[in-house]
């Protein structure tokens, strides 16, 4: 097994970021076994409290891991559910691995509920007040631009149970299953919501999260679902960066999300790399049907963004890697063997058919 754990020690607390990837080769039920003691054994000798939670893995194995962890993780359950993630089998098998973004030290955890339900969580230390929401999605009977607009509405409303707007947010995720299929609409539909909330204006500064938008959906009926933060004291505590390292804005060819989101954490300044691949600076494709060049690329514009934003890939804390194939996950693995950067890898279709690759990355700014 893969252990990638990265700590950020704050003065009032410390934020602490697992990744955990399973032993190849190894029947299922081991490899839960694996993750969650694991799991189980890091968040117990720091004393921690989850803040956000994932599993990367096919839907047969989610129906497990979700028996497997809470057995094992009965110590740590406070409710809020893991968003389960559908990914097909990859070289690890059935499972990709556990994302695991937790916290200990004077700070208190609270869950937060919405229609009913707890969707996510409240870190709140002496001066800052940080959220996290997971697993938002819309009625899975309707057509997925519905969808994609029922979450959107979800997640305005859980900001403002809390008394923010959408302008706190410096981070989402959107897993879109089938995305290649209906993309399109989901920008059209995402565009709208955030022309019509006055984070995209003419004539000044965009102030649109970091995102990632990339072909994996939740397991489930669903074909999308959300996750993202959300800066809730001090106010003000994020920036954007529209266009950074060596790419433009993404607005600039149909996609509302900045480059990059810095943000007061519990622990910290955390810098959100939005998920990133090979796209020049005018918004185009570069190394179409060349993986290995798109690989390169990429990490070389998720360097590019992090120098921008004033830390290095020493920095992260965790990252996703997303190949579009099994034969594109070897690739990367083989040739990259020595990539030690707290990431994991899964398959996935990224937003254009000639898309090979992408990568997305958090870091600690020092």
Known sequence: MDTFVRRAAGSNAEEIFINLAPTPDTELADQLEELYSTAKELLAASNAKVLQERFFGTDSAAQQASTARARLLADFDDGVPPTYLSVPAGIRGEISGIHIHAVTGDCTVTPIEHEGKKVGRICTTLDRKFMTVSGITGDPSTDPATQTQQMLTAAEAILKQNNVDLLAVPRTWMWLGDILDWYDDFNEVRTAFFVERGMIAKGKPSRMPASTGIGIGPAGPCICAMEFTAVLEPAGGLEYLDAGGNQHSAFEYGSAFSR??????????????????????????????????QIDATIENIQAILRDEGTSENGITFGFVYCKTAEIERQFCEKWSNFDWPAFTMIADVCRHDLLFEIEATAIKP
């Open 260 to 293: 990059a989101a810095s943000a007061l954490t519990p622990a910290g300044e955390t810098i959100y790399v939005s998920g990133t691949a090979s796209i020049d600076e005018s918004g185009a494709t570069t190394n179409i049907d060349d993986a290995p060049a």
